[in-house]
């Protein structure tokens, strides 16, 4: 690396201005949440569905959302009151590894545990064939929610990572693959993600027919990754209403506020952020998705670290230019592998170049760009794609910045903030 680190150390990097984004606060303060859950659910409409002595399924996903636990906890609760007996499923295709004990273990690094919830968690790779999709797919279940007397599909609803339809990420998309398991989630990916849009409602359709899916709970965050609405849907409701739900999502989820970067540097990525370890909604960057358009339009992605909360869960590198020498060491492959397995995408864990500090993977990302003004580069600093309120922008920004209402300058131009081993201090 010897040429290669001389040139990196010819590049002269920009100051940078710490910038304040601002969106729309509308927030749901977590007090608040277990009466609201409480009204929701005791919607005429919904509120039948659970009966005395009933064995209900509540769905747990992987993602880390905003007030998991309480709300799982407080959807339990409600059952309770109707006299039925309430048991928690993680809903999660092949994440945690793709076995029942990480699985469980995922969810309660959340804090849904059972000591919490209050109630049983069961968790299982073992699925059974429900019903006959109406092109022909044999269409699975976990198994344990599948010989339920009742399934309550909880999940949050949003844009997804890779593709573009009347459904994306919610509870169609938890039925159909969380709910599905590996095998599940593997039939409905085989066709690739430009058949999503179509399958994911086509097999979500299969399940309220012949699963006994009592109603669903959907969840919308707002670009501050808080809980903002929380929603029970009747099984008609979820065909019908998820649509508008996904659009309000969609105007309330986090940006940048830049149109175009030269380089953009992401903190960390991981699984309980996104999906893709990064959201290519925020970022622009993706490795292999023509389907989703939107995010920052950046020449070049680095990445410099892993997330402590995706244990070496590596999905995502493949958006990257440029990771860090830290970052590829604590790559679990087995971990990695079988989820890009399972989507069909294993682009998304390609291995970009690697450069020993935080300093030369950005030195190294400007040396690649082609046609940028070498001497004030547009680059953005951002901790990860689930936070942008506060980001770091150079100095080509700054006018950009001051002529945007919606961004404040917080700190005025100064130099990167690197340690003496070349690497930058957190800024999360």
Same mark, same amino acid.
């Given at each position: 690396?010897?040429?290669?680190?001389?040139?990196? !150390?010819?590049?002269?990097?920009?100051?940078?201005?710490?910038?304040?984004?601002?969106?729309?606060?509308?927030?749901?303060?977590?007090?608040? #949440?277990?009466?609201?859950?409480?009204?929701?659910?005791?919607?005429?409409?919904?509120?039948?569905?659970?009966?005395?002595?009933?064995?209900?399924?509540?769905?747990?996903?992987?993602?880390?959302?905003?007030?998991?636990?309480?709300?799982?906890?407080?959807?339990?609760?409600?059952?309770?009151?109707?006299?039925?007996?309430?048991?928690?499923?993680?809903?999660?295709?092949?994440?945690?590894? /793709?076995?029942?004990?990480?699985?469980?273990?995922?969810?309660?690094?959340?804090?849904?545990?059972? +000591?919490?919830?209050?109630?049983?968690?069961?968790?299982?790779?073992?699925?059974?064939?429900?019903?006959?999709?109406?092109?022909?797919?044999?269409?699975?279940?976990?198994?344990?929610?599948?010989?339920? !007397?009742?399934?309550?599909? %909880?999940?949050?609803?949003?844009?997804?990572?890779?593709?573009?339809?009347?459904?994306?990420?919610?509870?169609?998309?938890?039925?159909?693959?969380?709910?599905?398991?590996?095998?599940?989630?593997?039939?409905?990916?085989?066709?690739?993600? /430009?058949?999503?849009?179509?399958?994911?409602?086509?097999?979500?359709?299969?399940?309220?027919?012949?699963?006994?899916?009592?109603?669903?709970?959907?969840?919308?965050?707002?670009?501050?990754?808080?809980?903002?609405?929380?929603?029970?849907?009747?099984?008609?409701?979820? !065909?019908?209403?998820?649509?508008?739900?996904?659009?309000?999502?969609?105007?309330?989820?986090?940006? #940048?506020?830049?149109?175009?970067?030269?380089?953009?540097?992401? =903190?960390?990525?991981?699984?309980?952020?996104?999906?893709?370890?990064? !959201?290519?909604?925020? +970022?622009?960057?993706?490795?292999?998705?023509?389907?989703?358009?939107?995010?920052?339009?950046?020449q070049r992605t680095i990445i410099l670290d892993l997330t402590k909360e995706t244990h070496g869960t590596a999905v995502g590198i493949g958006a990257a230019h440029a990771i860090t020498r830290r970052l590829f060491d604590k790559i679990d492959y087995e971990a990695?592998?079988?989820?890009?397995?399972?989507?069909?995408?294993?682009?998304?864990?390609?291995?970009?170049?690697?450069?020993?500090?935080?300093?030369?993977?950005?030195?190294?990302?400007?040396?690649?760009?082609?046609?940028? =003004?070498?001497?004030?580069?547009?680059?953005?600093?951002?901790?990860?794609?689930?936070?942008?309120?506060?980001?770091?922008?150079?100095?080509?920004?700054?006018?950009?910045?001051?002529?945007?209402?919606?961004?404040?300058?917080?700190?005025?131009?100064? %130099?990167?903030?690197? =340690?003496?081993?070349?690497?930058?201090? =957190?800024?999360?």
């Amino acid at each position: 690396m010897g040429v290669i680190k001389q040139l990196c !150390d010819e590049v002269e990097l920009p100051r940078m201005l710490e910038v304040k984004q601002l969106f729309d606060p509308q927030r749901i303060e977590p007090e608040n #949440i277990p009466n609201i859950i409480f009204e929701e659910m005791s919607r005429p409409n919904v509120a039948g569905a659970i009966k005395p002595d009933m064995r209900v399924a509540i769905t747990c996903g992987s993602r880390g959302l905003a007030n998991i636990a309480l709300i799982i906890k407080s959807i339990a609760e409600f059952v309770k009151s109707k006299n039925a007996r309430p048991f928690v499923v993680p809903a999660m295709g092949s994440h945690g590894g /793709a076995t029942a004990e990480g699985q469980k273990a995922l969810i309660g690094r959340y804090g849904v545990t059972e +000591s919490y919830i209050g109630c049983p968690i069961l968790s299982s790779m073992e699925t059974v064939v429900i019903g006959t999709s109406d092109e022909g797919h044999k269409v699975r279940l976990d198994r344990n929610a599948a010989e339920s !007397d009742a399934i309550i599909v %909880a999940g949050r609803i949003k844009p997804h990572t890779d593709f573009r339809g009347e459904y994306e990420s919610g509870l169609m998309k938890m039925m159909t693959i969380g709910l599905g398991k590996r095998e599940g989630a593997t039939v409905c990916h085989e066709a690739g993600f /430009a058949h999503m849009p179509r399958l994911v409602p086509l097999f979500g359709r299969c399940i309220l027919k012949n699963a006994p899916i009592a109603m669903g709970f959907g969840i919308i965050e707002n670009a501050y990754h808080e809980t903002c609405k929380l929603t029970a849907l009747s099984p008609a409701e979820i !065909d019908t209403q998820e649509p508008a739900l996904l659009q309000e999502a969609r105007r309330r989820m986090a940006k #940048i506020l830049f149109d175009k970067a030269d380089v953009l540097i992401v =903190d960390k990525i991981g699984k309980e952020i996104s999906g893709d370890g990064l !959201d290519p909604n925020v +970022s622009g960057a993706s490795p292999c998705s023509p389907y989703v358009t939107g995010g920052l339009s950046a020449q070049r992605t680095i990445i410099l670290d892993l997330t402590k909360e995706t244990h070496g869960t590596a999905v995502g590198i493949g958006a990257a230019h440029a990771i860090t020498r830290r970052l590829f060491d604590k790559i679990d492959y087995e971990a990695t592998y079988i989820n890009l397995l399972t989507a069909r995408v294993p682009e998304f864990a390609r291995i970009p170049c690697i450069m020993e500090t935080d300093k030369q993977a950005l030195q190294f990302a400007l040396l690649s760009c082609a046609g940028i =003004d070498k001497a004030k580069p547009r680059i953005i600093r951002i901790s990860d794609t689930m936070h942008v309120e506060k980001i770091w922008v150079s100095e080509a920004l700054q006018e950009e910045a001051e002529k945007n209402s919606a961004i404040e300058i917080l700190q005025g131009p100064q %130099a990167l903030p690197f =340690d003496e081993d070349g690497n930058l201090r =957190d800024i999360s």
